[in-house]
């Protein structure tokens, strides 16, 4: 059977925990080596992964070409403008082509039914680089940074703020799969999907949700925010007025555990989600966590290839 990647409940909590085993060994193996050198046991030569991209990237594309490489295999970079994609021809039928010229398929898209429907005619994983709906391999990423830091996952608090996003989303359902609580505030009118909370909570999850900023931060272990105007959204007048009470500042911040950890997934608006001082500060691990998102992809590349 196929492994796709498509959202983190169907990797199930052992399959992350396998995962994120993996990607620190595979970190720690790499200290001192060159980024362009392969992994002593390449354990994906002579494999091959496509990257669609509909929409624009950095972290995506430069650490899955990366991952990729230190695990020995290659990359073919699609842009949306260059290929037929659901336009001149049907995701079904890009889908079975491209199973017959690589190995996996990442994408990264704005509509979640896209890759669902990619995943329903490959005969190879396909894998959520982001879309509308989630964003699984950038909570990989926190989920690694926090194991380095904290030491654990399980049972820390998570404090969100501002917008109920993709990125949210994937929180809560990693929340409940690995049995932390996160505690979510959102202006009126920005609640994250209330299907993804429902489902989570079935699952066992702990998920609380909130208005009051400092209400949901107090305490709190971990911090996490995401920008609030996304690529091709509208009316941001409106949405940046309802979402500058749940700035992330320093008095916020405050309000954490003396040892609370920042994340954020970036590419950040300083000055609107959060301050210079927070995303430049010494409770920030952004930067980890930027690079978490190589390390992170290789254990879900080797995953999703049968090779943990």
Known sequence: MTRHFIDLAGAGSDGLRAMLDAARTRKQARKGLPKGRADSDAPLAGYTLAMIFEKNSTRTRVSFDMAMRQLGGTTIVMEAGSMQLGRGETIADTARVLSRYVDAIVIRTDDHQKIIDLAEHADVPVINGLTDQSHPCQIMADLLTVLEHKGRVEGLEWAWLGDGNNVLHSIVEAASL???????????????????????????????????PAEVVRGADIVVTDTWISMGQEHAEAKLAAMMPYQVSEALMAQAAPDAAFLHCLPAHRGEEVVDAVMDGPQSLIWDEAENRLHAQKAVLLWCLGKL
């Open 178 to 212: 690995l049995e932390f609580p996160v505690r979510i505030a959102c202006p009126e009118g920005y609640d994250p999907d209330p299907r993804v909370i429902a489902a989570a909570r079935e699952r066992g999850g702990a998920i609380s949700t909130s208005r009051d």
